[in-house]
């Protein structure tokens, strides 16, 4: 009896185990259609470059050397290979390849890909999934969002569909199709991590984050959807190894459709300018402003006869919305700013001073190299800080006229001195500071490696600091 009760919970566990797989089975997604459906579409993407190098020192590297050198040189500024990590250069004039993947978005032959994929390239070679080889034409680039448009001499292609990227939601699975390391047609899935990520080096582009493994050769492929939509462009990940390391990012499919139709149109594209630098707001900012939870964009400085100066905003606003659009964090303000175009005037929800106000921007063209907001950066990265003017109301409290209060400590001559973030800044080499135009005037004149007296107040307590400036 014993030994049958034995057999029949062994068959019982052994059915239920059966069904528990097919059922994790049955939830998992059948890409196969999909990839069947898509591929065709997808083309891989290479160079040739000529190089005036004349080292005697140099020596010719492998292919796949060359490969991951572009990785290197797009997402760290630094070559692997070579003494010194560093490449070598050729001793004489040489071609060189760089391999990434790209998609067709029409039956003429239009072509999208990463503008990294082919920046300075003089010869690209688009190869179809049958084989096919092209040489194409640069139609235009944008290196804000990392795009490129080619064009090739061909007709009746297959075209990827778009998708929607704003419908995605973290969790989603998504598929890439692509060329790591030159191997063809490589597919690789995963899900949605987060959405509307804002990485260091890019400040404009609310990358899709996913778990997709994405190599050297991914660059400029597409992301789909379980649709067989293209909701994104895979661009860059992030490694401390030089390899995969689960952390993917990709550029929005809205995104991309509204640079592509500006490249058909004019080769480049034109973009909307508020002229304001702007910062996340945590709890602590949220408090000392008087929100009730952190969000929105905190302006930290608006830039001298910028289109924020002249429609009325001012440093310590707090931009809740912009049009239509909530903002949450102020990684989404210049991607909104951004799809506008110059003249277009937007109703702008702030918060100002304890309460709610709406103001109309009348916005610009973007220049093409904002010098002034150049040298802001440059300022900021000098004093391992960011300031913003304090407010009336934060003036009256502290019983003082004006001043500048520290919205956050970079690294650098802050950290070295002792600042803090949400120290106010009343003197600085025995000159009164009275705003964030009067404090950096003062900041081009100190001289390096001298201490100058710097008063603060931290906590409502005032104290004099020594304050060193060094390179």
């Given at each position: 009896m014993n030994r049958m009760l034995k057999k029949t919970n062994v068959l019982a566990i052994s059915f239920l185990m059966f069904f528990s797989t097919l059922a994790s089975a049955v939830d998992l997604p059948d890409f196969t259609e999909l990839v069947e459906s898509a591929?065709?579409?997808?083309?891989?993407?290479?160079?040739?470059?000529?190089?005036?190098n004349n080292s005697n020192k140099s020596k010719q590297l492998s292919p796949e050397a060359e490969e991951l050198n572009e990785f290197f040189r797009h997402f760290f500024g630094q070559k692997p290979f070579g003494q010194g990590g560093q490449q070598h250069p050729a001793p004489q004039q040489r071609q060189r390849n760089s391999l990434g993947s790209g998609f067709i978005v029409s039956k003429d032959g239009y072509v999208l890909t990463n503008n990294h994929v082919i920046d300075g390239a003089d010869v690209i070679h688009v190869r179809l999934n049958d084989r096919r080889e092209y040489i194409a034409t640069l139609v235009g680039t944008d290196p804000r969002t990392d795009l490129a448009l080619l064009k090739i001499e061909a007709t009746d292609l297959p075209t990827v569909?778009?998708?929607?990227?704003?419908?995605?939601?973290?969790?989603?699975?998504?598929?890439?199709?692509?060329?790591?390391?030159?191997?063809?047609?490589?597919?690789?899935?995963?899900?949605?991590?987060?959405?509307?990520?804002?990485?260091?080096?890019?400040?404009?582009?609310?990358?899709?984050?996913?778990?997709?493994?994405?190599?050297?050769?991914?660059?400029?492929?597409?992301?789909?959807?379980?649709?067989?939509?293209?909701?994104?462009?895979?661009?860059?990940?992030?490694?401390?190894?030089?390899?995969?390391?689960g952390v993917s990012f990709a550029i929005p499919?809205?995104?991309?459709?509204?640079?592509?139709?500006?490249?058909?149109?004019?080769?480049?594209?034109?973009?909307?300018w508020l002229g304001v630098i702007i910062q996340d707001i945590n709890n602590d900012l949220a408090e000392s402003f008087g929100l009730e939870r952190p969000a929105g964009a905190l302006v930290s400085r608006v830039l001298p006869d910028s289109p924020a100066e002249r429609s009325g905003l001012q440093a310590g606003d707090i931009i809740l919305e912009f049009g239509d659009e909530?903002?949450?964090?102020?990684?989404?303000?210049?991607?909104?700013v951004g799809g506008m175009k110059a003249g277009d005037k937007v109703k702008t929800l702030i918060y100002r001073d304890g309460r709610e106000k709406t103001l109309t921007l009348t916005l610009d063209a973007r220049p093409d190299d904002p010098q002034l907001l150049t040298q802001t950066q440059q300022e900021q990265n000098r004093l391992g800080m960011s300031v913003t003017d304090l407010s009336a109301d934060e003036a009256g409290k502290l019983n003082i006229e004006g001043g500048v209060v520290i919205t956050q400590v970079l690294g650098g001559n802050a950290?070295?001195?002792?600042?803090?973030?949400?120290?106010?800044?009343?003197?600085?080499?025995s000159q009164a500071v009275k705003?964030?135009?009067?404090?950096?005037?003062?900041?081009k004149e100190l001289p390096n490696n001298r201490s100058v007296p710097m008063r603060v107040i931290r906590d409502g307590y005032p104290m004099f600091i020594p304050f060193k400036m060094t390179e």
């Open positions: 591929s065709p579409a997808v083309v891989n993407i290479s160079t040739e470059q000529t190089s005036n569909n778009m998708g929607d990227s704003d419908k995605l939601k973290a969790g989603q699975w998504v598929l890439a199709i692509g060329s790591p390391f030159g191997f063809d047609y490589t597919v690789t899935a995963g899900i949605v991590s987060a959405l509307g990520r804002n990485l260091p080096s890019d400040n404009y582009v609310p990358f899709i984050q996913t778990d997709v493994a994405i190599n050297p050769g991914n660059s400029g492929g597409p992301l789909f959807n379980l649709e067989g939509e293209v909701v994104g462009i895979n661009s860059q990940i992030y490694t401390r190894s030089g390899g995969f390391m499919s809205n995104l991309v459709m509204s640079v592509v139709e500006q490249l058909k149109s004019d080769g480049k594209v034109s973009r909307a909530v903002i949450e964090h102020s990684a989404e303000l210049p991607y909104r950290a070295r001195n002792g600042l803090q973030q949400g120290d106010v800044i009343t003197m600085l080499n705003n964030v135009g009067s404090f950096s005037q003062i900041v």
